[in-house]
Every structure is written in structure tokens, then in C-alpha cells.
């Protein structure tokens, strides 16, 4: 069967989307907004007030039992050791050859519980690479299916979960996770995001999901909150250099490739896929670097696949690539050769057949105010 023949999946909320005028378009395999009033509308939503996306086409995996912490710290990269129960770390899962599978959030919730939350396109192939590890006496459980999840990011995101919860809700810290109940129904509340924002990712039942969006709505409007699609999306954690997998992260590169060695904990005495691979990249260095750039004239955005040049030689290939609605011109990542990785180097991007100078800047592009 051709994959053009497989109908798209829907979340839970596709209805709610239409009913607020969405733009639907395939991601992934799924059926998603990507824009509601307009994609920089709702990124500058995002960086002076409010907005919520949804993110219910993400995994949601759950492991329990007595050896989960020493499978888990044998599985992925960072230290599972150091969470301490209701916190939270990002991590990334490994072939053998350090390659990246999945990069995503682990929580602990209680003495031998933890959640793990996957991006959607790796779903499948996630939890084929967790249950071909799992050892005798660990309970691996896929809930995807189950779940429904929103993110409300912004500077005025904990103001309107305070007002939508109550008094009482337990607020998470930064890379927290705490459970509350929502008109009886469970809700985990993680502080984590992916905009370069403070905010919090809700995880509740499916059943739910469309009254706890607009009434989330409605309560965040006098904050100026406002529903944001994938577009937004994009274009927030492009100025915050978070990683795309699939453009930024993939199997044919490794963590210290992608500039995430601060996640990859080789001195761990548990033994993860592609940890002696990392080892010796790290000894040599790698031979290419993922970084930041900006385009220094005004023009077309760069996107996916476009080249990078010094002088004749091609050094490098663009991975991510957008306007940038904060800055105002065009960024992107790209990898490219370690001698060319150093902010302030500048490299020439090839845009329709010209070429175009831009600059290798210190990442991130935006950084929130403190």
C-alpha cells in the first residue's frame, strides 16, 4: 500500500481546529492546524502574551517496575539518575552507531514510574526499539492512543493556568511535572516547552480534550491568549535553536554533531547504543557541527537542502530555515564543517542559483527575558 493511500490520522481536537478556523494540512502523517490568523500573528502571540498549541499527536510511553531506572539509563543518554521523583530531562535514544533515533522529555513519576513523551513520526519505531531492550520484570505500556495534550507557552502562560486550574493547582517548576484533577479528570502538568518561553504541557483523556481546549481559550482571551498552529511553531523554536528531528536530528547524525552533548552523560556507568561511538567523537571532535546563522541582506528565507559555500568549496547543507518574525530577517541551521563552525564566520548561502552572505551566530537567536 502506497503511504499516499493511508488516511491521516486526527487528534482528538480536529473538530475543535475547524470550529476556530484552522488551516489543516499533513504533518507527519497527521491531520494538524498550521496556521489560524496568520503564522506571525500567532508567533508574536507567543513572545508578548500567550498562545496554545496542540501537541496530542506526540507519544506518550509509560515504564514501571523494579530495573526500570538502570533499563532506561542503559537505553538513553542523558542520566536518569539524577531525576528526583516529578522532575523531568531531556534525552535522546541512540542506534548503535550514535546515530539519533528520538529525542525526548523523560519524567519521573513516582519511585519506579516514568513517562516518556516521543514526537509523533517516531512513535512506532520508538516503541519497537524500547520493548527489543526491555528486560524480564520492567512494564513498558504504549498510551498514546489515550491521550490528548496542549501546549500554552508565553510570558503570561502560568497566569492563565493559574486562572483556568484555580487556587491550589500544584505549579510545576521549571522541568517539573505534578498531576491535578480538571472536572474529575486527570490532568499532568509538565513545565517544559518548545518556544523559547516559559509555559506548561497539559496531558489529559481524550474525552475531554475539546471542552478543555476552548474553555482554556476563554479563559486565557483576556490575557491575550490565542490558538497557534505548527507554523508558529516552527518559526519560535527555529529563534530558540531547538532541534526538528527529522531535519536537525536523525539517525546519520550524532548528539555531539548536533551540539547536544550537554544531554549525553558518558561518564555514566550504564552503557547506552552509541556510547563508544560518542567516546571517540568526542576525543577527535566531530567533523561537522550543526550551528546558527542569519542572513546579513534582505531576500528569501533559507530552507531544508539549501548549500553553504566558502569561496568555491561547499561546506555545508541547511537543515531548518524560516523568516524570522523577532529579528526580522532570515535564519536557519545548518551543519557544516567544524572549521566554518566558529560564530562570525561568514559563508555564502546558494538561493535559486546566486549567492547570498550570511553569518554564523552564537545560538540561540532570541532568548527569553529573565
Known amino acids: 500500500m502506497s503511504t499516499s493511500s493511508i488516511p491521516l490520522q486526527k487528534t482528538a481536537l480536529f473538530d475543535a481546529h475547524q470550529k476556530l478556523g484552522a488551516r489543516i494540512v499533513e504533518f507527519g502523517g497527521w491531520s494538524m492546524p498550521v496556521q489560524y490568523g496568520g ?19 506526540m507519544g506518550e510511553f509509560f515504564v514501571e517496575g523494579p530495573g526500570t531506572l538502570n533499563f532506561l539509563n542503559g537505553l538513553l543518554t542523558n542520566d536518569v539518575a ?11 535514544m541512540l542506534n548503535e552507531q550514535g546515530g539519533v533515533i528520538d529525542d525526548l522529555i523523560l519524567y519521573r513519576l513516582g519511585e519506579e514510574t516514568y513517562f516518556l513523551v516521543v514526537n509523533a513520526a517516531k512513535i512506532d519505531e520508538d516503541r519497537a526499539w524500547v520493548e527489543k531492550h526491555l ?9 498514546s492512543a489515550l491521550y490528548s495534550a496542549i501546549a500554552l507557552q508565553g510570558p503570561k502562560a502560568l497566569e492563565i493556568a493559574r486562572a483556568f486550574f484555580g487556587a491550589g493547582w500544584p505549579e510545576p517548576q521549571r522541568n517539573e511535572i505534578t498531576r491535578y484533577s480538571w472536572n ?22 481524550n474525552d475531554v480534550a475539546a471542552n478543555f481546549l476552548l474553555t482554556l481559550l476563554e479563559v486565557g482571551k483576556p490575557f491575550g491568549l ?7 511553531r516552527d518559526t519560535l523554536r527555529l529563534e530558540a535553536c531547538l532541534p526538528l528531528n527529522g531535519n536537525d536530528l536523525s539517525e546519520k547524525r550524532t548528539p555531539l554533531e548536533a551540539g547536544l552533548g550537554i544531554f549525553v552523560s558518558l561518564t555514566k556507568a550504564a552503557s547506552f547504543p552509541g556510547k563508544e561511538v560518542l567516546q571517540k567523537q568526542k576525543s577527535e571532535g566531530p567533523a561537522e557541527k550543526l550551528i546558527a546563522f542569519q542572513i546579513k541582506e534582505k531576500g528569501p528565507p533559507p530552507r531544508p537542502h539549501y548549500l553553504l559555500f566558502q569561496g568555491a568549496k561547499q561546506v555545508g547543507e541547511v537543515t531548518s530555515g524560516a523568516p524570522s518574525p523577532t529579528l526580522g ?20 548561502l546558494e538561493v535559486r542559483g546566486a549567492r547570498v552572505p550570511v553569518e554564523v551566530v552564537k545560538k540561540p537567536f532570541y532568548k527569553r527575558p529573565v
Open 184 to 205: 474529575c479528570q486527570d490532568v499532568l502538568i509538565a513545565r517544559t516547552g518548545y518556544t523559547g518561553e516559559d509555559g506548561v504541557e497539559l496531558f489529559f483523556g
Open 226 to 232: 490565542k490558538p497557534c498552529g505548527l507554523g508558529a
Open 329 to 348: 530577517s532570515g535564519i536557519g541551521l545548518a551543519y557544516v564543517e567544524a572549521a566554518c563552525a566558529g560564530p562570525g564566520t561568514t559563508l555564502e
Open 82 to 92: 539524577k531525576l528526583g521523583i516529578g522532575q523531568g530531562q531531556y534525552t535522546l
Open 135 to 143: 528486560p524480564s520484570g520492567v512494564e513498558f505500556s504504549d498510551r
Open 39 to 57: 503564522i506571525v500573528e500567532e508567533h508574536k502571540a507567543v513572545r508578548e502574551a500567550a498562545g496554545v498549541f496542540d501537541i496530542s499527536h
